[in-house]
């Protein structure tokens, strides 16, 4: 089992940057594929970065293609999301997951089995 802290979330306006942090302990933090959803009020989790065990492989959703960069550092267990030029649309709750797999970036909330509590991202226009 691990245990996942999110952290770097707050109050950024439109157009500025964030970084979340993901602190993770219990097993071994590079036997696990992470990632970050985002669930906003009335709308379902979802699939917004992803990296492999090492963090060679990533994956990114649509919208963050460009403008969010996953990064992870084992030695430290930590797992980041740098988010730039967010907007309105970007405001949601931000949890960090380990996945079942470790060189798989999935992209699917079962595939998950691990969650953090969360950490508010809010943009003001």
């Known amino acids: 089992q691990v245990q996942l802290v999110e952290s770097g979330g707050g109050l950024v306006q439109a157009g500025g940057s964030l970084r979340l942090s993901c602190t993770a302990s219990?097993?071994?933090?590079?036997?696990?594929?992470m990632a970050w959803f985002r669930q906003a009020p009335g709308k379902e989790r979802e699939f917004v970065a992803g990296a492999s065990w090492s963090g060679a492989i990533t994956a990114y959703a649509d919208s963050a293609k460009g403008r969010f960069t996953i990064s992870r550092d084992n030695t430290k267990n930590t797992l980041f999301l740098q988010m730039h030029d967010l907007t309105a649309e970007d405001a949601a709750v931000y949890y960090c997951a380990a996945s079942k797999y470790r060189n798989c970036v999935a992209q699917k909330s079962p595939d998950y089995d691990e969650w953090g509590r969360g950490t508010q991202v809010t943009v003001s226009v």
């Open positions: 219990g097993r071994r933090f590079d036997d696990s594929a």
